[in-house]
């Protein structure tokens, strides 16, 4: 649905469409006639695209034919495939796709974020690994955990700062009770006092050694993520390391060459996955993909690219 | 990818290091020597090699009869200079 706003401030709605699940529109009644106008804001119809005079979306990296269900080009990443030219896997209903090059589920996606997210917030104040046990080695999960690591570390630096403030704070009470009391009179005014200081401190501590925790638990659970991100993606740091041609993509290389590998060693604590690519994935032309895990915690130890052997 | 080598005093400098095809070689020796020192040598983090562990390699080679291997030179040469080494993983 398209809509402008009137200068009287009211919606207008200025085109409306029904698809078929696969995108072709939907004709409707002659009253509501579906507007078609080139180079309009109007022509971004299905899943948000713009609908081009060829009668294909375009999403970017490929067209795509809602009339055929298919579409025009070959995948972008057709190694990873078996059908390179289908639609969402032929599940239009569940999955999209946000720029011709892979399916997307949205709302699994942001159910993944948010466990990820919570999870790992858990596991920072538990000092659990919760986060392993139910990883689903998505993108969106590995996102809400990285996120939840942070937020936790931020949390417990700011509970470490109230809990001082309170013991402070509880500390000046209790001094100051003291001297009502000795001044004669003042046990019944200072007594009172000095609890209420006690249960501050009290407070104060336990928030310290609780933000201490968090801070402890998330800096650990973020040291992995650095490992790889210090010496393979950092073009300033180890100079002498295999780097990454595409950082962003370095999340989508593990995923993918942990769940399909070409070859799998085990070494002890640790799995070793590997990969190769039909692309170049490294900045010294390196096309072969590694990714070491440990076994007992499920978390990846580095990745890097490697030349082919 | 390898496994660099540099000294501790001297972090500038690479003195040495071991490309992942050459390092199979030596897959057997760390493997013992991991046994004794509670894997030391993880060749996907950073350590530090001493006199002692250093002493122990040079041990492990000899036995092997890799005398002829730069390593095996390289590590005498650290021995005897009494260095410490730095050992920089994947």
Partial sequence: MSYKKEANGELDITDSNDFYPFGMNFVRDAEENAYFGTGSYTNYKYNGKELQETGMYDYGWRQYMPDAARWMQLDPLVEDTEDPYAYVFNNPIKLTDPDGRAPEDGIEECCSNLKGFTLSMVDNVTGGNLTQKYNDGSAAYNDGVLTGNATSFIAGGLLMVTGCGDIGTGSTGLIASGGVSSTGGGVVVGGPGAVLSGGLILSGTLKMGLGGVMMYNSSQNLKNTKHTDNRHVDRTKYPEKSKYSKPAQKEKLQQRTVKNPDKVTEQGKRTKYEKTFKRVIGTKGETSHRVIVDKKKGKIVTSFPQKAN | ?90
Avoid: C, P, W
Avoid at chain 2, 32 to 49: C, E, P, Q, S, V
């Fill in chain 2, 1 to 90: 990818m390898s496994v660099n080598f540099l000294d501790i005093d001297n972090k500038s400098q690479i003195l040495f290091n071991i490309s992942d095809s050459e390092f199979s070689k030596f897959e057997n020796i760390i493997k013992i020597f991991n046994k004794k020192y509670d894997n030391l040598f993880d060749i996907y983090g950073d350590f530090r090699l001493y006199q002692n562990h250093i002493n122990y390699l040079i041990e492990l080679l000899e036995q092997q009869n890799v005398k002829e291997d730069l390593f095996y030179r390289f590590l005498l040469m650290a021995n005897n200079n009494n260095k410490t080494l730095l050992v920089i993983g994947n």
